[in-house]
T-cell receptor, first 117, second 114 residues
Framework: DADVTQTPRNRITKTGKRIMLECSQTKGHDRMYWYRQDPGLGLRLIYYSFDVKDINKGEISDGYSVSRQAQAKFSLSLESAIPNQTALYFC????????????????FGSGTRLTVV | AQSVSQHNHHVILSEAASLELGCNYSYGGTVNLFWYVQYPGQHLQLLLKYFSGDPLVKGIKGFEAEFIKSKFSFNLRKPSVQWSDTAEYFCAVNAYDAGNMLTFGGGTRLMVKP
């Protein structure tokens, strides 16, 4: 099983619909992130969570909300989807507790390709 | 806030050609630097990372990168590319005193022709 699992892998939805993307992890990491990937723009941070009670807005949070149901689960919701939210969405986790305190990398899920029509 | 620039958006090479992908960042403090690779249809995987010490770091699959602090650069290199290196490459920076958040560059799409 993958360390970071995203569901669904692909989704087509209509403008105005509410949609939830789910992410679960078996890494035991406290930190979880949601990014969206657009051609030429790289990955941009939507929301991040350092633990179950700590949720923070990222660079492009407008139009999105999140829920950290448990250490292992971090869901991203689009309350009313619009076409410019068509993108590839990635969930990631990290563990900053490695030696040095700041030595860590991210573990990414396989992504959810969302199309809003 | 830190930012990351990757100047080459698309690169096309023939097999056995040498590769250098540019990455520049803007941040005056201590940084950690990463290169990630995304093969078609897959998620991002870590290629290599720099935290301290020798500025020339070696990663998987024959890739290496050199941190030049004076130029705020962390360019990725490979002496001889293979068709299987076709992928998108992302440079990322984590500022030590910015909550350990990663900021990604816009990515470089590499196509290697057989």
């Amino acid at each position: 099983d993958a360390d970071v699992t995203q569901t669904p892998r692909n989704r087509i939805t209509k403008t105005g619909k509410r949609i939830m993307l789910e992410c679960s992890q078996t890494k035991g990491h406290d930190r979880m992130y949601w990014y969206r990937q657009d051609p030429g723009l790289g990955l941009r941070l939507i929301y991040y969570s350092f633990d179950v009670k700590d949720i923070n807005k990222g660079e492009i949070s407008d139009g999105y909300s999140v829920s950290r149901q448990a250490q292992a689960k971090f869901s991203l919701s689009l309350e009313s989807a619009i076409p410019n939210q068509t993108a590839l969405y990635f969930c990631a986790t990290s563990d900053p507790t490695a030696a040095g305190g700041h030595l860590y990398g991210y573990t990414f899920g396989s992504g959810t390709r969302l199309t809003v029509v | 806030a830190q930012s990351v620039s990757q100047h080459n958006h698309h690169v096309i090479l023939s097999e056995a050609a040498s590769l250098e992908l540019g990455c520049n960042y803007s941040y005056g403090g201590t940084v950690n630097l990463f290169w990630y690779v995304q093969y078609p249809g897959q998620h991002l995987q870590l290629l290599l990372k720099y935290f301290s010490g020798d500025p020339l770091v070696k990663g998987i699959k024959g890739f290496e990168a050199e941190f030049i602090k004076s130029k705020f650069s962390f360019n990725l290199r490979k002496p001889s590319v293979q068709w299987s290196d076709t992928a998108e490459y992302f440079c990322a920076v984590n500022a030590y005193d910015a909550g350990n958040m990663l900021t990604f560059g816009g990515g470089t799409r590499l196509m290697v022709k057989p």
